[in-house]
């Protein structure tokens, strides 16, 4: 059964992307379990508000694990220690009475820190600008089951569809990658024929935009596929090297 905690957060403070940032602990009481770690934030800075001090800056916008707002790197995990869920999934619950909890920002070149906890992730929508979408005129809306797709391939796609740009397989990975990321939006349309038309350019324009952005490459940690909160598989990561390879050899 769920009980009020007293727990210590220690959080990462920065004023601004320039500016040097430091760890601040502060003492909570009594904190629900069954709240979730962005309540017990929110706790924090009615108190912090309170006692006229600055608010902790944080991301969040549906709380309900869809939109990928929530990029908190939580005692050391993306998205805390919990597995396949985001940030504003993850519940007072996974700590204990005297737990001292660790926040920080997404730690990426890619994700430069605009204050506190929030980081800047325009890098994705870059990426997705380059070529995460589909241009050719699919006419209108066809009839149900007009174009037959194979129920692995339509599966799949939505398995690669999952994937809310949240940014924490970035986070995880050590060479600051963003393959599971452009490798989740180039498969959900290269495994369908309406996005087959534009794979191969799909693929080469958002790598070489991951690559001018300053995201690593992939060396097969897999930490990315651990810490993703959708369970994107790297299975993707092969596809996108398969559709970019077609894409180099068709030059
Ligand atoms: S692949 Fe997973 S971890 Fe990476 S951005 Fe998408 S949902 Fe987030
Ligand atoms: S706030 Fe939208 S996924 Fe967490």
């Not at 969040?60 to 999934?89: K, V």
Request: proline share 4%; hydrophobic share 35%; charged share 25%.
């Amino acid at each position: 059964m769920d009980k009020d905690i007293n727990i210590k957060v220690r959080v990462w403070r920065q004023h601004g992307p320039k500016e040097k940032g430091r760890f601040e602990t502060y003492s909570l009481e009594k904190v629900s379990q069954s709240a979730s770690i962005l309540e017990m934030l929110d706790i924090l800075n009615e108190k912090l508000v309170n006692e006229d001090k600055e608010p902790v800056a944080y991301d969040h916008d549906c709380r309900e694990g869809i939109c990928g707002m929530c990029s908190l790197y939580i005692n050391g995990h993306p998205h805390g220690p919990d597995t396949a869920i985001t940030t504003c999934q993850l519940h007072m619950r996974n700590f204990n009475d005297g737990d001292t909890i660790t926040i920080e920002p997404w730690r990426s070149a890619g994700f430069p820190v605009i204050r506190d906890l929030m980081v800047d992730r325009t890098a994705f929508d870059k990426i997705i600008q380059a070529g995460g979408y589909v241009t050719v005129n699919t006419g209108g809306t066809p009839d149900a089951n007009a174009i037959p797709i194979a129920k692995e391939k339509a599966d799949a796609s939505m398995d690669a569809a999952s994937c809310i740009g949240c940014g924490a397989c970035v986070a995880a990975c050590k060479n600051g990658s963003a393959m599971l990321f452009v490798s989740a939006k180039v498969s959900q349309f290269a495994l369908l024929p309406q996005g087959r038309v534009e794979a191969k350019k799909r693929a080469k324009s958002m790598l070489a935009k991951m690559d001018e952005l300053g995201f690593g490459n992939c060396t097969n940690t897999r930490q990315c596929e651990m810490e993703c909160p959708k369970s994107v598989s790297i299975i993707n990561i092969a596809r996108l090297n398969r559709e970019f390879l077609k894409a180099k050899g068709a030059d």
